[in-house]
């Protein structure tokens, strides 16, 4: 009886399996360059922003900004064929999947209700959650320049202590 019960079910395995169909296909294509350009930020490709200090009553309520910082993201020896680059902020840990903007770390110490926004070069917030977080900047003379700000946003009534956030990024070129 074992056997029969045993071998039914493999026989409706059987069937069932031939009843699955493709609804699409996914076609992946890329392009793989011999050199891309040299990242060049504060310290090799690594870049430190140090935000100014302010008082917590400039962030007294959620949404208040301050501090804008400029930086940048410098790149150069681009080869010719490569003409645009684009920044994409890897989203992890340290991003607020809600607001898109960098958490503050939590020790000891640490500012509470504050988030770190970064800023395009027009000023507009880049939300870091999302895959497409950064503008496209052309490549030109072996070279480019990426503007970014950094500033401090509050999530609430801010409370004095030290930011300490950061970001990985990776570059795409066209």
């Known amino acids: 009886m074992k056997q029969i019960v045993t071998a039914a079910l493999i026989g409706l395995g059987v069937y069932s399996s031939g009843a699955m169909a493709a609804d699409g296909k996914i076609t992946v294509t890329g392009n793989i360059v011999a050199q891309t350009c040299t990242i060049a930020g504060t310290s090799g490709s690594n870049v ?89 900047v052309a490549i030109s003379g072996g070279a480019a320049t990426m503007g970014y700000y950094a500033q401090y946003i509050a999530t609430g009534a801010a409370g004095a202590g030290s930011v300490n956030t950061s970001v990985q990024y990776s570059m795409t070129y066209q």
């Open 48 to 136: 430190t922003v140090n935000l100014p200090t302010v008082g917590a009553s400039s962030l007294a309520s959620t949404g208040q900004t301050a501090g804008a910082t400029p930086f940048a993201i410098n790149l150069s020896n681009c080869p010719s064929s490569l003409k645009s680059a684009q920044t994409r902020f890897e989203v992890g840990p340290t991003v607020n999947p809600t607001s898109g903007n960098l958490l503050n770390s939590t020790g000891a110490g640490s500012a509470s209700n504050v988030e770190v926004q970064l800023l395009n070069n027009t000023f507009n917030a880049i939300n870091l959650s999302t895959n497409a977080n950064s503008q496209q």
